[in-house]
């Protein structure tokens, strides 16, 4: 039997990891969106992709959790 508190922590990993595929997600939609039409803004919003899309391999690996690719991308 897992403990209220395990249960609880694995829940916020799994949690945490929804949203940082959520940012990933939205920065590259963003910068699909302003591609062609703001370089700076293209750029702003491919970093911040980019940003998020490392955030979550590192903290997927550090808490033992596969990274997924596929739930990062933009279809």
Request: aromatic residues 12%; charged residues 45%; positive net charge.
């Amino acid at each position: 039997r897992v403990s209220a508190e395990l249960e609880q922590k694995e829940y916020e990993i799994d949690r945490r990891q929804r949203e940082m595929e959520r940012n990933v997600r939205k920065w590259r939609t963003e910068a699909e969106m302003c591609r062609g039409i703001s370089s700076e803004k293209y750029e702003k919003a491919d970093q911040k992709a980019r940003y998020w899309a490392k955030e979550y391999e590192e903290y997927s690996k550090y808490h033992g959790r596969a990274f997924h690719p596929s739930r990062i991308q933009v279809l």
